[in-house]
């Protein structure tokens, strides 16, 4: 790599740390004692919208009281690094029009809300109400994108503190919905997650400390049942030497610090990450949930989390084992392929490892759980595409080799090259991020990835 490639890389990563750090340590002090003790304030199922403009409210009619089992589906959207609530606001309104095209109107108890309603920070919540000969069910569906990390300074302190924040959300939304919902006799409450970027790894750290997932049930007794644990764009590897442009090691620590405690974990320079790797304190209850997906850009279009850490691939024999290979779906949704690893982790193993982890050994453990890999490539989306700067995508994806197995170290190979052959947002698009109107003009590309996952996830919470 030339200097001058290592140059431009440290003033396109390190100038917008250092301004918001600047801007905001001064206020940091007057902030943290807003934070600490910060407790997420409930917001109403049943009925109209409060009157207090602090408090959030779904933009919903009352829940059906009928005296018959009802399932409550929680999903929890966590966004990332500078992030907001309304971050995830597409896959949020792709969720609750997966479900509206699984039911008729008869089915559906509320009242539609606005695309405003929508792409708002308020959660949605959904109530459907089946018939058949002997019984109705009624499943309630709450989207919820999570409040208690937003803004720069939330997500600056590191990957523990953050977590501890969301899970404390979590436990406060369960509760209240637990509550809620309990005239009607419930019968079990789900819970997923799908956490972008940084809000991966807030959530994988969350999960230890949720009350319902350790106990397996809510304050009311109530069943709680673990059932999507998403990651999107997310640095499961950390970003120590997997930046997009390979910098040598004395760089990462000044890029670290100016992004204080967070930039500590994600360069690795604490042992969160690690920890958050062997420790079975955090991999039991990740373990619980019925399937874990990782979605990940291939083909350097991801300038914050390029594809070995979002995909947590390195050089192993790891097996990869494709699935749905040749599905129309897929290509349709921008998927170039979907994977499998097999669950063969051994909690019994000693954790205490006494020594820093490499990738390798980090990926192989991650693989170990067991995971749902998607890759997708958004290059066609980019604002500046390859085809200006000589790449061919529509061929290169002819010479995609079908195989119906794969070891990690030829994903890497196959998957992680393509830089500087486009201008790299993929870090965005791949989730349409949704924060604002540039964001959703520049990423709408991703809405069809997003399509996919939605339909996925509502689709398993349906089934029996």
Known sequence: MTWPMILLYAVLMGLPFAVVAFAFRSSERVASSLIVGQTWKPISFLGPRAVDDDVPLPHVTNVPNVPHSTRLHVIVLVHGWLGTPLEMGYLKQSLYQCIRRRHDDQELQLRSPST?????????????????????????FVIHSAECNSGPILTSDGIEAGGRRVAAEIDSLVAYYEKECSGRELKEITISLVGNSLGGLYARHAISQVKALSTGQGPSGAKVVPKFFVTTCTPHLGVSKNTYVKLPRWMETPIAHVMQQTGLDLFRKSDIIQDMTVNPRFLRPLLLFRQRIAVANVYGTDFQVPTPTAAFLADTQSIHEAINVGAETQSSHNIVMELQTPQKIDLSEDYSLGHRLSDEEVSMRLDQIGWTKILVDMRQHMPITGKFMGDNV?????????????????????????????????????????KDALNRYLTHGGKAAMDYLADHIINGLEEA
């Open 394 to 434: 529509p061929e290169e994806k002819d010479r995609l080799v079908v195989r119906s197995r794969w070891t990690a170290r030829e994903l890497l190979q196959e998957f992680d090259r393509g830089h500087f052959r486009h201008f790299p947002l993929g870090h965005t698009v791949a989730v349409a991020n949704s």
């Open 116 to 140: 405003k309603d929508i792409l708002s920070k308020d959660p949605i919540a959904v109530s459907t109400l089946r018939h058949n000969e002997t019984h109705c069910e009624t499943q309630s």
